[in-house]
T-cell receptor, first 112, second 111 residues
Framework: DAGITQSPRHKVTETGTPVTLRCHQTENHRYMYWYRQDPGHGLRLIHYSYGVKDTDKGEVSDGYSVSRSKTEDFLLTLESATSSQTSVYFC???????????FGPGTRLLVL | QKEVEQDPGPLSVPEGAIVSLNCTYS??????FMWYRQYSRKGPELLMY????GNKEDGRFTAQVDKSSKYISLFIRDSQPSDSATYLCAMTERRDDKIIFGKGTRLHILP
């Protein structure tokens, strides 16, 4: 998985609790992305980062925030988890001048 | 019309058959085209990458882009049960830009 790890790999939580997912890369790539993947919707971009402390919203950013204080780490936070945020979350990376992205193994999140 | 359309399948074919997977798109500015393979409970992995129109071959896999028709294809020759996966097409206008993904086609190769 191109030097990308995600933690936790599985999480069960309750509605209303905060949740933070971590993406860690060892490739020193500039860009990092968070996607969610749901049946019938495919991959949808939540947030992305184009450098340390530089982030921007994707198409489904409501209810999510991100932070990137180091090149290698990109955190996704659900401030108050809802059942609609039950999904599989993927982190991806790409480097400056690249057209392609490389994905992590995913985090399965269940919000009860 | 969605930017990228892909038949979700499932597509079931016997082992050894030639598989054809396709996507159509609406944005004529797309220049870079990719196919990702995703096994169950895994992350997508880059399978093929093509710039602009034309064909690209890698082993049993051939990627084809027809920009005039806004149509891309992935062909798998001598299909194997290990090819059973979901295949996602993806495309982007330029480097360092966001990638638009198709929803994926589930493929089953029957032994």
């Amino acid at each position: 998985d191109a030097g990308i790890t995600q933690s936790p790999r599985h999480k069960v939580t309750e509605t209303g609790t905060p949740v933070t997912l971590r993406c860690h890369q060892t490739e020193n790539h500039r860009y990092m992305y968070w996607y969610r993947q749901d049946p019938g919707h495919g991959l949808r971009l939540i947030h992305y980062s184009y450098g340390v402390k530089d982030t921007d919203k994707g198409e489904v950013s409501d209810g999510y925030s991100v932070s990137r204080s180091k090149t290698e780490d990109f955190l996704l936070t659900l401030e108050s988890a809802t059942s609609s945020q039950t999904s599989v979350y993927f982190c991806a990376i790409s480097d400056l001048g690249e057209e392609t992205q490389y994905f992590g193994p995913g985090t399965r999140l269940l919000v009860l | 019309q969605k930017e990228v359309e892909q038949d979700p399948g499932p597509l079931s074919v016997p082992e050894g058959a030639i598989v054809s997977l396709n996507c159509t798109y609406s944005n004529s500015a797309f220049q870079y085209f990719m196919w990702y393979r995703q096994y169950s409970r895994k992350g997508p992995e880059l399978l093929m990458y093509t710039y602009s129109s034309g064909n690209k071959e890698d082993g049993r896999f051939t990627a084809q882009v027809d920009k005039s028709s806004k149509y891309i294809s992935l062909f798998i020759r001598d299909s194997q049960p290990s090819d059973s996966a979901t295949y996602l097409c993806a495309m982007t206008e330029r480097r360092d830009d966001k990638i638009i993904f198709g929803k994926g086609t589930r493929l089953h190769i029957l032994p």
